[in-house]
């Protein structure tokens, strides 16, 4: 097993309103090791981007972590207080996120906002900055360098925008980079070159942790695999063991959608119902009221976590645990 770039373990995030207790991330636990792509997959509001911000320290009140441990190369984060995880952030762990657009800054120029992040994290010299700034737009692939370090970023193709948010994570070379979503505003060209470019950074050594509703991105791109469902880790595989062998009834469900799709078949399959409140969760199993194979016992109590071979969780009163020797 290759050493652990990220651990999180028994993770819960909660957020606190009028109406109650929103239980975003519930019992999360997993591992990175060094060079790994790791990838989240779920619906939409399955807590993965919770996840991801729960372990860059950017959950806000009235959200909170309200127990569990992320480690880091084996530092605690969920200890360090807001100016620590500022030093930590964008130099150790990084993020890049879904719309480039919205993430960057209309008014500034993309070079200059690459190089404040070294000028933030690093007692550089200016020259030296805006060195390190063009060398790593150009690892990105980015071409014309000199000219689109000066381009504002309505002046870029959506391609070029996310290759520059990759350049500003990437810059200070983290140890983990956190990719939420980070092709679904792309067609599927640049999409594919966005992949290898994560891939390639991967096989430099940084671990990377994926974020996608997108089946096909994450069989491209990951070495392992958590599938979430409302807040919960339901399965969690090697990527060959989860698409050769799915065992809960949810990933098999995403599975026959994707496949639906790519067969163009006439009867589109979807998984029926939509994902629950977080607040007003069922009792038992969660993914119950969409079960086909929902039993008594699954709408009163609720699975747990267990091997069922190595390396593969499953969360589900069908599967059955499988010791370690
Ligand atoms: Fe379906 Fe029951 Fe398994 Fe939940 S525990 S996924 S309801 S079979």
């Known amino acids: 097993m290759t050493q652990s770039t990220l651990e999180v373990s028994h993770l819960y995030t909660s957020f606190f309103s009028e109406r109650g207790e929103i239980k975003a991330v519930q019992d999360v636990s997993m591992r990175i090791g060094k060079g790994q792509v790791v990838g989240v997959v779920g619906e939409s509001g399955c807590g993965k981007s919770m996840v991801a911000r729960s372990i860059m320290g950017l959950i806000k009140k009235p959200g909170k972590i309200v127990s569990g441990s992320i480690l880091l190369d ?89 290759r520059v948010m990759i350049a500003m994570a990437m810059v200070m070379r983290p140890r983990l980079l956190i990719a939420d979503e980070p092709t679904t505003a792309l067609d599927a060209t640049v999409e594919a070159q966005i992949i290898a470019l994560l891939r390639q950074l991967a096989d430099n050594g940084t671990s990377v942790l994926i974020i996608s509703h997108n089946l096909g991105v994450i069989a491209q791109l990951a070495d392992h695999v958590y599938v979430m469902y409302a807040g919960h880790v339901v399965e969690s ?72 071979g190595s390396g593969h969780e499953v969360r589900c009163h069908l599967t059955k645990r499988v010791d370690a020797q």
């Open 74 to 162: 084996g530092q605690e984060l969920t200890s360090l207080g807001e100016n620590e995880l500022c030093k930590i952030r964008g130099k150790d762990v990084s993020m890049v996120f879904q719309e480039p657009m919205t993430s960057l800054n209309p008014t500034m120029r993309v070079g200059l906002q690459v190089q404040e992040v070294v000028s933030i994290h690093e007692n550089v010299s200016k020259e030296e900055a805006r060195q390190r700034t063009l060398a790593i737009l150009s690892a990105v692939g980015i071409p014309e360098v000199k000219e689109r370090y000066n381009a504002y970023p309505h002046e870029l193709s959506g391609g070029l925008r996310q």
């Open 237 to 308: 595989a090697s990527v060959f063991e989860l698409f050769d062998n799915p065992l809960h009834p949810y990933t098999l469900g995403l599975l026959r959608a994707v496949s639906s799709l790519r067969s163009q078949s006439k009867v589109l399959q979807t998984i029926p119902g939509i994902v629950p409140n977080l607040a007003h969760l069922p009792v038992g199993c969660s993914f119950a009221p969409r079960c086909d194979k929902c039993m008594a016992r699954c709408t009163s109590t609720q699975p747990e976590l267990v091997a069922v």
